[in-house]
C-alpha cells in the first residue's frame, strides 16, 4: 500500500458564517466520511488548519502575517489514507464533505523520508 495525502481547499469566504447546526451537521459529515475510510483500514491521520491569522517566516528572518486579504483560496486540513494506487486514492475522496460546498480535493502521493 502506498501513502497518499488529500489536501482540502475551498474558497475564501469571511462572510460564511454557519450555525451551530450548520457546524454540527458538518462534522458529523466528516466523521462518517473519515470512518468509512477507517473501517476499510486506510486511515493514516488528519489534520485541521485553523482559519484564524498564521505566521509566515521567510529568508532573512521576515516574519509576514497571514492569511492574506487578496486570499482566493485556503488550504483547510490534509488526510492521508492508505491506497493500492491513485486511482484508490481519488475513490476515496469521491465522498469528501468539501466537494459538496465547492471546495475540492488535492490528492498526492507521500514520499517516505529515510531515517
Known amino acids: 500500500m502506498t501513502e497518499f495525502m488529500m489536501i482540502f481547499r475551498n ?3 469571511p462572510s460564511f458564517k454557519p450555525t451551530p447546526e450548520q457546524m ?6 466528516w466523521q ?12 493514516v ?4 488548519l485553523s482559519s484564524e491569522g498564521s505566521k509566515i517566516l521567510k529568508p532573512n528572518h521576515v516574519i ?6 487578496e486570499m482566493k483560496e485556503i ?20 465522498g469528501c464533505p468539501i466537494l459538496q ?10 514520499i517516505p523520508m529515510n531515517n
Not at 454540527?24 to 459529515?29: D, T
Not at 509576514?64 to 486579504?69: L, S, T
Open 101 to 110: 460546498i465547492g471546495g475540492n480535493v488535492e490528492v498526492r502521493k507521500v
Open 24 to 29: 454540527q451537521a458538518s462534522v458529523k459529515q
Open 75 to 94: 488550504v483547510g486540513g490534509s488526510l492521508n489514507v492508505k491506497a493500492s494506487s491513485m486511482e484508490e486514492a481519488l475513490k476515496l475522496a469521491e
Open 11 to 13: 474558497d475564501y469566504n
Open 45 to 48: 491521520g488528519t489534520t485541521r
Open 32 to 43: 462518517d466520511w473519515m470512518g468509512g475510510i477507517a473501517a476499510q483500514g486506510k486511515f
Open 64 to 69: 509576514a502575517d497571514g492569511p492574506y486579504i
